[in-house]
Nanobody, 115 residues
Framework: QVRLVESGGGLVQPGGSLRLSCTVS????????LGWYRQAPGEQRELVAT???????VYGDSAKGRFTISRDNAQSTMYLQMDNLKPEDTAVYYC?????????WGQGTQVTVSS
């Protein structure tokens, strides 16, 4: 059973930074997608950034120029460095692992950007 655990969320002021982590409990498969999504209250879940199964990186429009996705395969961990945070970045952030036709989600971590 694959399990994903996010951490690193919290309350931050506008303009501040946070780094989220997502640890995968099982071995990372050779062909997979691994990424970050977020969902604000009353909104649909949206892509923040992802590693595709082909090895490229795709950023959502809201993340371009401010967020950086990275991973450490040896530690089975993915990161999301978020800089210059804005109030509209407030959401629950989820990590998602895609293996073939299957998807696995973490429980989410709350990010709140407020003064």
């Amino acid at each position: 059973q694959v399990r994903l655990v996010e951490s690193g969320g919290g309350l931050v002021q506008p303009g501040g930074s946070l780094r989220l982590s997502c640890t995968v409990s099982d071995s990372i498969f050779s062909v997979y997608s691994l990424g970050w999504y977020r969902q604000a209250p009353g909104e649909q879940r949206e892509l923040v950034a992802t590693f595709t199964s082909g090895g490229s990186i795709v950023y959502g429009d809201s993340a371009k120029g401010r967020f950086t996705i990275s991973r450490d395969n040896a530690q089975s961990t993915m990161y999301l460095q978020m800089d210059n945070l804005k109030p509209e970045d407030t959401a629950v952030y989820y990590c998602k692992l895609g293996v073939g036709p299957s998807s696995y989600w973490g429980q989410g971590t709350q990010v709140t950007v407020s003064s």
